[in-house]
């Protein structure tokens, strides 16, 4: 996200939180099921990238992880009222090395074109530890949305849909191994005009990093 799509959410972001304060019971289910695969492998610290108003990360806290949020929108990090939140960027996270079990990237990507999705893939990756597990969740099979107003402010946000077997491949290209996607239809009630794609990964095959496996 750049300072200039940052600054326009800083703008919006108590009418964004006031206006999606929970999600879908299909959305909630996908994070409660990335929770469990997360605690399952004895994994607790979840990085929550984009984070937004906190929305995903108090459902991931809800299911037993310990989230901390990071989006580079200062008024976004204000309303998540996580117990660790920080300003930063997806491009360059202010993380060490295989600090965390778990990313989850709830609709991040949106403003990232897919040109700089594999850089933004590698960075993440860095965080996670060897078997680290990565939600990634966005808009998929439309064309991209163009929002110049919203709640009365003057905006210019472009919501990119990626492609999932594009998004896949760029993850194997990165050293991912996939472990299983969803689809959820477009809920047009809701407002939604794209399909919405889940697609969770691992760093690396935990396999290989069993006893007596070459790692």
């Not at 099921?33 to 108090?58: E, K, M, N």
């Not at 360059?92 to 295989?98: I, Q």
């Not at 609709?107 to 897919?114: K, Q």
Request: charged share 25%; with cysteine; glycine share 8%.
């Amino acid at each position: 996200m750049t300072s200039r799509v940052a600054a326009q959410y800083d703008a919006i972001a108590h009418d964004y939180a006031a206006a999606f304060p929970t999600l879908a019971p299909f959305d909630r289910g996908v994070l409660a099921s990335f929770a469990r695969s997360v605690t399952a492998a004895g994994g607790r610290t979840v990085l929550d990238v984009g984070c937004g108003p906190g929305t995903a990360a108090r459902e991931l806290a809800a299911a037993g992880l310990s989230p901390v949020g990071l989006d580079r929108s200062a008024a976004m990090v204000r309303l998540a009222s996580l117990e660790r939140a920080v300003i930063g960027d997806l491009g360059a996270l202010p993380v060490r090395d295989g600090a965390v079990d778990a990313v989850c990237a709830w609709y991040s990507l949106v403003h990232t074109p897919t040109a700089e999705l594999p850089a933004v893939l590698t960075e993440v990756r860095r965080v996670l530890r060897d078997d680290g597990w990565l939600l990634l969740a966005f808009q998929t099979a439309a064309p991209t949305l163009e929002v110049r107003e919203a709640w009365g402010h003057e905006v210019s946000l472009d919501f990119l849909r990626h492609d999932v077997d594009e998004v896949q491949e760029m993850l194997m290209d990165c050293g991912y191994v996939l472990h299983r996607d969803a689809l959820r239809s477009a809920d047009k009630r809701a407002g939604e005009s794209a399909a919405q794609a889940f697609v969770v990964a691992r760093s690396r095959d935990h396999l290989e990093l069993r006893p007596g496996r070459g790692c």
